[in-house]
């Protein structure tokens, strides 16, 4: 018959031999751990991984389908390795840091009728709109477009849906403090609208990343051959903009952004003008509209939130996220998901924050180079 003493002990023993248990537990899940603490591993321990998990006899199958979905010569796993040589990035993000802002959240006035466009601008000045493009199309009448009727702190942005389009006095007297660009605009008047940034580059939607980038490049140096005569490189470099549509392949978006943003100042550096002496080249970047019946009835709100995100992480200096319609509601809806990101996802907060990511890194390069040579090409009638 075992005593009460000898009972109490063995108990002790065990309530005291669990409790440290917990505590040695406790002290190893709280301590604060570092890369030391990991066994290293390279590409060559990945593949082997892969392959005996996978049962595979090599990853050629896997290399071919991330081609396939996410363009060519994507590989499957990226490591510290893949940045060697490309130093030459961190002087962009360096430069970014030391000018951060971050970007706007715009709106889009679709006038249809001239009376309602004062109550919609009532409207925006009283929501989270940061930016807003109107639309002037051949129908409206310029009487009501008091653009100083807007928020000063609103950056206007004009969509002129008329090439032929020439300000006027009245034009000229409304011009807001707080200037965006003009989308349309005849290039012939450029120096008309003092503010605003005029020198529009067309993307292509229909080429790859590096070709548009090339694209964009030579556009920029018709721009620059055209006025030189009346503006420096410098003035006519900050009057260009680009509008970007986001497309759904969510690092590519990322890549071809911080790219473009790379060649533009290499684009700059040929014509011996220096990072300081410069804006970095604005992006507007819009979320298109999405429709896709296997993801009803809120289909674009998922796009616009990867997309929105993309053009983010990537750099835009502006974003406009496509409502499904034109209701108040819809329009709510797409101006709430930028603010989210912003106020509550604080993306707002970091400068390049895909910065030193082995992947989108190497990918940036990869349609940077890319986008060089075909603009180089191009000059070359290679």
Same mark, same amino acid.
């Given at each position: 018959m075992i005593s009460k003493i000898t009972l109490g002990l063995s108990v002790k023993k065990l309530i005291l031999g669990d409790y440290y248990?917990?505590?040695? #537990?406790?002290q190893k899940m709280n301590k604060i751990l570092d890369y *030391?603490?990991? *066994?290293?591993? &390279?590409?060559? @321990?990945?593949? &082997?991984?892969?392959?005996? @998990?996978?049962?595979? $006899? +090599? =990853? %050629? *199958?896997? %290399? $071919? !389908?991330?081609?396939?979905?996410?363009g060519q010569g994507i590989q499957p796993y990226y490591d510290e390795? @893949?940045?060697?040589?490309? $130093? !030459?990035?961190?002087?962009?993000? +360096?430069?970014? #840091?030391?000018?951060? %802002? @971050?970007?706007? *959240?715009?709106s889009k006035l679709k006038v249809a009728d001239n009376k309602q466009l004062q109550e919609d601008i009532k409207t925006i000045n009283n929501n989270d709109t940061e930016g807003t493009i109107i639309e002037v199309g051949d129908g409206f009448d310029r009487s009501y477009l008091d653009l100083k009727s807007l928020d000063p702190r609103i950056e206007v942005s004009l969509e002129l849906q008329n090439s032929s389009f020439t300000p006027d006095s009245l034009f000229r007297d409304s011009i807001p403090d707080n200037c965006g660009f003009i989308s349309g605009v005849d290039s012939s008047n450029l120096l008309s609208y003092n503010g605003f940034r005029t020198l529009e580059l067309i993307e292509l939607n229909t080429l790859s990343p590096s070709d548009e980038l090339g694209s964009l490049l030579y556009q920029a140096k018709k721009y620059i051959d055209k006025y030189e005569a009346a503006l420096n490189h410098t003035e006519v470099l900050n009057r260009m903009f680009i509008k970007i549509n986001i497309g759904q392949n969510f690092f590519e978006e990322i890549a071809k952004l911080r790219a473009l943003r790379t060649v533009?100042?290499?684009?700059? !550096?040929?014509?011996? =003008?220096?990072?300081?002496? =410069? $804006?970095? #080249?604005y992006i507007f970047s819009t979320s298109a509209l999405f429709k896709n019946d296997d993801f009803k009835p809120h289909e674009n709100m998922l796009k616009s939130t990867s997309g929105a995100m993309s053009a983010i992480i990537g750099g835009s200096n502006s974003l406009w996220v496509e409502p499904e319609d034109n209701s108040s509601l819809s329009r709510r809806i797409a101006l709430n998901v930028s603010s989210i990101l912003k106020e509550e996802s604080y993306l707002g907060k970091v400068a390049d924050p895909a910065f030193g990511a082995y992947f989108v890194e190497q990918y940036t390069h990869k349609i940077a180079m890319e986008g060089w040579n075909v603009f180089l090409n191009k000059i070359t009638g290679a």
């Open positions: 248990k917990r505590v040695f #537990v406790f *030391n603490d990991f *066994n290293p591993v &390279n590409k060559s @321990d990945w593949e &082997n991984r892969v392959k005996l @998990d996978l049962k595979l $006899e +090599n =990853i %050629q *199958n896997i %290399q $071919e !389908y991330l081609s396939e979905k996410g390795s @893949d940045l060697t040589g490309l $130093e !030459y990035l961190e002087g962009l993000h +360096n430069f970014l #840091v030391a000018n951060f %802002q @971050d970007w706007k *959240n715009y533009f100042f290499a684009f700059a !550096y040929s014509y011996g =003008i220096s990072f300081d002496k =410069i $804006e970095p #080249v």
